[in-house]
């Protein structure tokens, strides 16, 4: 990945600095839909490999091609290399500098060969055919760079940084060494015709090089928004009316192909995602995106992974509820690089959390490369990696100490027990009242305690993510330790979900009084009224207390509903109150 892609598109510029910002932001849309892409007929016809589609290549080029001049490039100019921030000024090559677009015979910009006229036949003075008057291989240029470059071949394929001649090798520098390669398969391409080819290493005669180094610098600065604009341009009868051409630069559109056309059918590039790849090349991920109505959500990382050490191309495309931060689309990996990695973002789209909503989206990417030879996994046979994202947009949660209405305060009364009878128990039961399927799932946190805390307490330690439409209980208790009439509250919280959304400042807030009494007094039979005396309504009360399970029949304090507290229940009704 080119290095001088760093910030996102809507501030994109090839300004002085000598340098190329862009990042797109892809919502929805697959490769090939803005107002840049040919039309889809266009490569309709190659569909071959190797020989057979740069043959392809070639039709596709001629066909229907509007054959302009050297001159016309003195005005065309000003319409296909416009400066994006100032539409009045043109974007020279090598350096980046912003000019004015108006011809002024030479003196501020004139027009670069990127194929070196002396490389190729015929002269710019009869230019209006073939590759000498053809936009997609003219370029401004300052006057001196262009004198400084001259005819030498271009090369040093490791080279970063600034233009310039290096030996008997010119290096277009970073901003424009993958424009300058796909140029050079252009009129290699479209040109075959007039005897022009590549080589690696020193051409001679019409040939161009070095061929190493425009395929390295191909993968290593992918056609960004400036590049590709000017491609269009160049086709377009609406943007460029009076010069427009009706051909394209095939190698922008379909940088995929330059693998196949000029190294081999070999590419041994595989790309996935999360730790390995299945033998098909296929990898799948999951992520969860969770947030609440009216919230920003922070973009979620996603490392993109190849192992091969060839060159590839790959598209990240997003489902309509998904954005994709990516520096290209496609992107590359380039050569050399047995293992490598990238990274992007996966982000919402502006008013995705206005409202709540569920949904399922996923992330496609895929493996552009052509050829087939390399075995399974590899190149065309790399199969495409899927990234399943879950959103869920939540309203915030809704606690409840009632599952039929908003209920925020009760009041539990533990009853009247005896001294050393067993402790009384009592549910508290939390209400997530909220949507099932759009309620924030429900956390419960201790707020505070007041009152009679030693006799009167919770089993609570905590109650984590309980969804919508349904509830978590705890236990009130009160001891039987001491005597006395006891009463204490309990405030407790009800948040959204901590381990979704973070700690929570804020929430339902939810109170429990607690009340009862211990009695040393107290007969434990003594189950209805009238109190203090026993009889058959007691013995009724127990039983349907006993079957219940009813924690006032747990007579011996184990928790448990079984013989021995019948048998307490009994004694004590044998004996009778005091």
Same mark, same amino acid.
């Given at each position: 990945?080119?290095?001088?892609?760093?910030?996102?598109?809507?501030?994109?510029?090839?300004?002085?600095?000598?340098?190329?910002?862009?990042?797109?932001?892809?919502? *929805?849309?697959?490769?090939?839909?803005?107002? !840049?892409?040919?039309?889809?007929?266009?490569?309709?016809?190659?569909? *071959?490999?190797?020989?057979?589609?740069?043959?392809?290549?070639? %039709?596709?080029?001629?066909?229907?091609?509007?054959?302009? &001049? !050297?001159?016309?490039?003195?005005?065309?100019?000003?319409?296909?290399?416009?400066?994006?921030?100032?539409?009045?000024?043109?974007?020279?090559?090598?350096?980046?500098?912003?000019?004015?677009?108006?011809?002024?015979?030479?003196?501020?910009?004139?027009?670069?060969?990127?194929?070196?006229?002396?490389?190729?036949?015929? $002269?710019?003075?009869?230019?209006?055919?073939?590759?000498?008057?053809?936009?997609?291989?003219?370029?401004?240029?300052?006057?001196?760079?262009?004198?400084?470059?001259?005819?030498?071949?271009?090369?040093?394929?490791?080279?970063?940084?600034?233009? *310039?001649?290096?030996?008997?090798? !010119?290096?277009?520098?970073?901003?424009?060494?993958?424009?300058?390669?796909?140029?050079?398969?252009?009129?290699?391409?479209?040109?075959?015709?007039?005897?022009?080819?590549?080589?690696?290493?020193?051409?001679?005669?019409?040939?161009?090089?070095?061929? $190493?180094?425009?395929?390295?610098?191909?993968?290593?600065?992918?056609?960004?928004?400036?590049?590709?604009?000017?491609?269009? %341009?160049?086709?377009?009868?609406t943007l460029n009316p009076f010069f427009y051409t009706n051909n394209r630069n095939a190698f922008i559109?379909?940088?995929?192909?330059?693998?196949?056309?000029?190294?081999?059918?070999?590419?041994?590039?595989?790309?996935?995602?999360?730790?390995?790849?299945?033998?098909?090349?296929?990898?799948?991920?999951?992520?969860?995106?969770?947030?609440?109505?009216?919230?920003?959500?922070?973009?979620?990382? =996603?490392?993109?992974?190849?192992?091969?050490?060839?060159?590839? !191309?790959?598209? =990240?495309?997003?489902?309509?509820?998904?954005?994709?931060?990516?520096?290209?689309?496609?992107?590359?990996?380039?050569?050399?690089?047995?293992?490598?990695?990238?990274?992007?973002?996966?982000?919402?789209?502006?008013?995705?959390?206005? &409202?709540?909503?569920?949904?399922?989206?996923?992330?496609?990417?895929?493996?552009?490369?052509?050829?087939?030879?390399?075995?399974?996994?590899?190149?065309?046979?790399?199969?495409?990696?899927?990234?399943?994202?879950?959103v869920n947009i939540f309203n915030p949660v809704d606690g409840s100490l009632s599952s039929g209405s908003?209920?925020?305060?009760?009041?539990?009364?533990?009853?009247?027990?005896? &001294?050393?009878?067993?402790?009384?128990?009592?549910?508290?039961?939390?209400?997530?009242?909220?949507?099932?399927? @759009?309620?924030?799932?429900?956390?419960?946190?201790?707020?505070?305690? /007041?009152?009679?805390?030693?006799?009167? @307490?919770?089993?609570?330690?905590?109650?984590?993510?309980?969804?919508?439409?349904?509830?978590?209980?705890?236990?009130?208790?009160? $001891?039987?330790?001491?005597?006395?009439?006891?009463?204490? @509250?309990?405030?407790?919280?009800?948040?959204?979900?901590?381990?979704?959304?973070?700690?929570?400042?804020?929430?339902?807030?939810?109170? =429990?009084?607690?009340?009862?009494?211990?009695?040393?007094?107290?007969?434990?039979?003594?189950?209805?009224?009238?109190?203090?005396?026993?009889?058959?309504?007691?013995?009724?009360?127990?039983?349907? /207390?006993?079957?219940?399970?009813?924690?006032?029949?747990?007579?011996?304090?184990?928790?448990?509903?079984?013989?021995?507290?019948?048998?307490?229940f009994l004694s004590a009704y044998g004996a009778g109150c005091p």
């Amino acid at each position: 990945m080119s290095i001088e892609k760093t910030c996102r598109m809507e501030s994109w510029s090839r300004g002085a600095a000598g340098t190329a910002i862009l990042v797109f932001m892809l919502s *929805g849309t697959a490769l090939g839909a803005d107002q !840049y892409d040919p039309p889809v007929s266009y490569y309709s016809g190659a569909t *071959g490999t190797g020989a057979a589609l740069k043959t392809q290549l070639t %039709a596709a080029m001629s066909a229907g091609h509007i054959q302009r &001049s !050297y001159g016309d490039f003195r005005v065309m100019s000003r319409t296909v290399d416009q400066d994006p921030n100032n539409p009045t000024n043109i974007l020279l090559v090598y350096n980046g500098a912003s000019v004015s677009g108006l011809w002024d015979s030479g003196s501020t910009w004139n027009r670069e060969h990127v194929w070196p006229q002396s490389r190729q036949p015929g $002269s710019a003075s009869n230019s209006s055919r073939g590759n000498l008057g053809d936009a997609h291989a003219l370029r401004p240029c300052n006057p001196s760079i262009n004198s400084s470059r001259g005819n030498k071949p271009f090369g040093n394929a490791t080279t970063t940084g600034g233009f *310039g001649s290096l030996g008997s090798f !010119y290096f277009p520098g970073d901003i424009d060494k993958g424009d300058i390669a796909r140029s050079i398969f252009y009129s290699d391409t479209r040109w075959s015709s007039m005897g022009l080819s590549l080589v690696n290493g020193t051409p001679s005669g019409n040939q161009m090089g070095d061929l $190493s180094s425009f395929v390295a610098w191909h993968y290593l600065d992918a056609p960004d928004e400036f590049e590709r604009r000017r491609n269009h %341009a160049i086709y377009d009868s609406t943007l460029n009316p009076f010069f427009y051409t009706n051909n394209r630069n095939a190698f922008i559109d379909h940088p995929e192909f330059v693998w196949s056309v000029y190294m081999n059918q070999n590419n041994n590039s595989t790309i996935f995602v999360g730790p390995s790849p299945e033998a098909d090349g296929s990898s799948t991920l999951s992520i969860e995106i969770n947030a609440l109505v009216g919230d920003s959500v922070a973009p979620v990382p =996603v490392t993109v992974n190849k192992e091969g050490s060839d060159g590839t !191309y790959y598209t =990240v495309v997003a489902s309509s509820g998904l954005e994709a931060s990516v520096w290209e689309n496609p992107n590359a990996f380039p050569m050399n690089t047995p293992t490598d990695s990238s990274m992007f973002t996966v982000s919402l789209p502006s008013g995705a959390t206005d &409202s709540a909503s569920v949904s399922s989206e996923q992330i496609v990417i895929d493996n552009l490369d052509v050829t087939t030879a390399g075995g399974a996994g590899n190149g065309a046979n790399d199969t495409d990696d899927i990234i399943s994202v879950q959103v869920n947009i939540f309203n915030p949660v809704d606690g409840s100490l009632s599952s039929g209405s908003d209920l925020h305060e009760i009041t539990i009364d533990l009853g009247l027990i005896g &001294s050393d009878s067993g402790d009384a128990t009592e549910t508290i039961e939390f209400f997530n009242i909220g949507d099932a399927v @759009t309620g924030a799932p429900m956390d419960i946190v201790l707020i505070s305690s /007041a009152g009679d805390v030693s006799a009167l @307490t919770t089993d609570f330690s905590s109650v984590e993510s309980v969804p919508g439409q349904s509830s978590e209980t705890i236990q009130a208790i009160l $001891s039987d330790d001491n005597e006395g009439a006891f009463s204490a @509250t309990y405030t407790f919280r009800a948040v959204n979900d901590e381990s979704l959304f973070g700690p929570a400042s804020s929430g339902d807030d939810l109170v =429990v009084h607690l009340i009862g009494e211990v009695g040393s007094g107290v007969c434990i039979a003594d189950f209805a009224e009238p109190f203090g005396e026993l009889d058959f309504f007691d013995i009724s009360a127990f039983l349907s /207390a006993f079957s219940s399970g009813d924690p006032s029949a747990d007579l011996n304090g184990d928790t448990s509903f079984d013989f021995f507290d019948i048998s307490a229940f009994l004694s004590a009704y044998g004996a009778g109150c005091p």
